[in-house]
Every structure is written in C-alpha cells, then in structure tokens.
C-alpha cells in the first residue's frame, strides 16, 4: 500500500521560504512522477508542478519564479521550496504521486495529507 | 492554460438518486481527464483516471464517460458517505488545470 506522508513549517512570515518534503513509502519510488498541489483555505485545488520520471521538472508558470522542486531517491523523498512568501500563500500544500501510464500523460492516484501553511506577520 | 469549468457549482439530492457532474476544457484533452473526491477535511482521492477508468478500489457507483471537451461523473445512487466536493483535472497539457470543484449536499 502506497503512502504519502508530509511535513514542514506551517507558519511563515512573509518572505520567507516554504519548504515541505514528502516521503513515500509502499513502493518503489523511481518510475513515478512526483506532484505538489495546493488549496487555499475554502477554495479549489492549484496545480503547483511536478517532477516527473525523466528527472524533468515542470511548474506552474504562475509560480515559476518561486518555486523549486528536487528529489531525493536514497532517502525515497520529493521536496517543494516556494521562496518569498505572501499571505496568497496561505495554503494546504498536498504532495502526490503521478502515475505515467501514458508516457507525459500521468495521472495522479495517490495523495499525502496535506500540511497547512499559513504565511502571516 | 486550459480552463476547466464544472456544473452545477454545488447541487444537493436525495439518497439513492442519480447523480451528475459535468466538466467542460476550453479545448480538447482527448480522454485525459481525471476526478478526485474531497470530503470534509480531508484529501482529496483519486476516483477515476482516462475519463471513464476507475482507480483501485473504488466503487463501481461512480462512472467517467466523455472525450474531447465534455466530460461527466456519475453517482449512480447517492449514499451519506458520497457527501463530498467533486473536481475534475486534465493532464492533457501543461498547467496541468482543475475545475472549480462541485459540493455534493443531501437534500
């Protein structure tokens, strides 16, 4: 059985970096694609990016110039670093795995628990 | 980006009814499409991948069908347990984009 489990800092001040890793656990971890995505308090899910099985990142042109994705495959862990931190931050961040059943076309089936990050002065 | 758009935003339904949600991609993602379930408080799951596949271990009451733009998730009879926001994600292209999540109520 698969399983995403999460931690990081859940209170920021502005400006600073976010950083969250998410170790996997189950299974092998290369082969798969690694996802972050986030959800404001009450609102939809954001797709943040991924680093997939090639060892290519993708990110959310939204967020690019913050974010930093890496991976860490002795210790079977993924991390997200989201520099310069405002309150639209404010977020559970989830972790999940991205299933490449179709070459770039992966989906995701697994999901950590989320971590509340919450970026306030 | 593609933009994913879900309808109704929220619907409410007696139990045992038919349920349906529709998502709709401002252009076409042939079948990759996906729907997650979220319940209060909790992470979302995975309950269907290639719009119409159910992951591991979900019940066969819910079904994808669709392909191209238009997409749909079915509840075939809605218990209690599927109170729940509904959303759908294409991983056609890159952003890979959410619909806007539908609220599923008991009426």
């Known amino acids: 059985q698969v399983q995403l489990q999460q931690w990081g800092a859940g209170l920021l001040q502005p400006s600073e970096t976010l950083s969250l890793t998410c170790a996997v656990y189950g299974e092998s971890f290369s082969g798969w694609n690694w996802v972050w995505i986030r959800q404001p308090p009450g609102k939809g899910l954001e797709w943040i990016g991924e680093?997939?099985?090639?060892?290519?990142?993708h990110y959310n042109p939204s967020l690019e110039s913050r974010v930093t994705m890496s991976v860490d495959t002795s210790k079977n862990q993924f991390s997200l670093k989201l520099s310069s931190v405002t309150a639209a931050d404010t977020a559970i961040y989830y972790c999940?795995?991205?299933?490449?059943?179709?070459?770039?076309?992966?989906?995701?089936?697994?999901w950590g628990q989320g971590t509340l990050v919450t970026v306030s002065s | 980006d593609i933009q994913m758009t879900q309808s109704p935003s929220s619907l409410s339904a007696s139990v045992g009814d038919r349920v349906t949600i529709t998502c709709r991609a401002s252009q076409g993602i042939s079948n990759y499409l996906a729907w997650f379930q979220q319940k209060p408080g909790k992470a979302p799951k995975s309950l269907i991948y290639g719009a119409s596949s159910l992951q591991s271990g979900v019940p066969s009451k819910f079904s994808g069908s669709g392909s191209g733009t238009d997409f749909t998730l079915t509840i075939s009879s809605l218990q209690s347990e599927d109170v729940a926001a509904y959303y759908c994600?294409?991983?056609?292209?890159?952003?890979?984009?959410f619909g806007q999540g539908t609220k599923v109520e008991i009426k």
């Open positions: 680093f997939n099985h090639r060892g290519s990142t």
């Open positions: 994600q294409q991983y056609y292209d890159y952003p890979r984009t």
């Open positions: 999940a795995r991205g299933f490449p059943r179709r070459g770039v076309y992966s989906e995701i089936d697994y």
